[in-house]
């Protein structure tokens, strides 16, 4: 049965006084907030869910449970919540309730800093420049002689202008319906996928991102 807007103002009410009650301070205070939270959370209250997935992070009111506060926090980034989307960001950077991934982390906080989240770009370009950093060096330890490409980054190379593309930037990997798939953009910037190496027509082939070279 869906909420009336009488029962939608009881939600925000207690809400708002749970978010007082956390401004104040305390051990008490973090706990009774806690408790309005969750019996807001069971009336699917967005962002009750967010706070009490944060209470869950840092353990304040609630015991500390890295798990509940990666399923709370992500549901309210799912629905375009900006600050869920930053710490959710930071959570896969760490790796904390949810596998660490540099590639998730990166897309939370590029989304975060397009609402305008303060420090998210900042957060965002520095992961950017870890996952260059890591490329680099892992594409100039492998010899070249295949295209290959995982769910998570271009895997190898097969020409040295290939190499150059994608170390430029010029060519890249995109998920898509049909899974992992290389990119390009054309003279008007618009993504175009390639189905082949536009250097030497080798196809790529989908290998794991843990593959041992």
Request: charged letters at 30%; proline letters at 3%.
């Amino acid at each position: 049965m869906p909420l009336d807007n009488n029962d939608l103002d009881d939600l925000d009410y207690f809400y708002n006084e749970a978010v007082q009650l956390l401004n104040e301070g305390g051990d008490e205070n973090c706990k009774r907030a806690a408790e309005l939270l969750l019996k807001n959370c069971e009336e699917g209250h967005l962002a009750s869910k967010r706070v009490i997935g944060f209470l869950y992070l840092d353990g304040k009111g609630v015991e500390r449970d890295l798990e509940k506060a990666y399923l709370l926090i992500s549901e309210a980034a799912a629905c375009l919540d900006p600050l869920a989307m930053y710490v959710l960001g930071g959570m896969y950077e760490g790796g904390h309730g949810v596998e660490q991934s540099d590639k998730e982390a990166l897309f939370m906080f590029a989304m975060a800093a397009e609402i305008g989240i303060p420090g998210a770009a900042e957060d965002a370009e520095r992961i950017m420049a870890r996952i260059w950093e890591r490329r680099s060096r892992k594409l100039n330890s492998r010899p070249i002689q295949y295209l290959e490409i995982s769910d998570e980054d271009v895997e190898a190379v097969c020409c040295k202008k290939m190499f150059d593309a994608v170390m430029n930037g010029s060519i890249s990997m995109i998920d898509t319906y049909r899974g992992p798939e290389l990119v390009t953009n054309d003279a008007r910037e618009i993504g175009t996928v390639c189905r082949e190496c536009p250097f030497c027509g080798q196809k790529p082939k989908k290998v794991s991102k843990d593959k041992i070279y």
